[in-house]
């Protein structure tokens, strides 16, 4: 059985498992699948949809994807800046 893959994850700051395989064939796919953890990608996969929703983004568009790709990068950490609001986040309790 194979064990998996483990990364320093830069959202978590913990050694976790990896993500079996690279999300987008681009570098910033090559940087999640090098240092996001399954666990934080499904936090991200949680709080996209919020981000797509909120500001009606069009996916189809570079502009959609454009927004969308520096919210994730900042969600993980690699560049730096706030988090876009969001319309719905849930109360804790």
């Known amino acids: 059985m194979n064990q998996p893959r483990i990364v320093h ?12 395989f690279k999300p987008f064939p681009n570098e910033l796919g ?5 240092q996001v953890s399954r ?4 936090m991200w ?3 996209s949809p919020r981000y797509i929703n909120t500001y009606r983004l ?7 994807r454009d ?7 900042v969600f993980f950490g690699f560049e730096e ?3 876009a609001e969001t319309a719905f986040t849930p109360r804790e309790g």
């Open 39 to 42: 666990d934080a990608w499904q």
């Open 30 to 34: 090559q940087m999640i699948y090098d």
């Open 67 to 73: 927004f969308l790709e520096k919210q994730m990068k």
């Open 81 to 83: 800046g706030d988090l």
């Open 45 to 47: 996969l949680k709080e």
């Open 9 to 20: 994850c830069k959202k978590l700051g913990k050694d976790l498992p990896g993500l079996p």
């Open 58 to 64: 069009d996916l189809q568009s570079k502009d959609g």
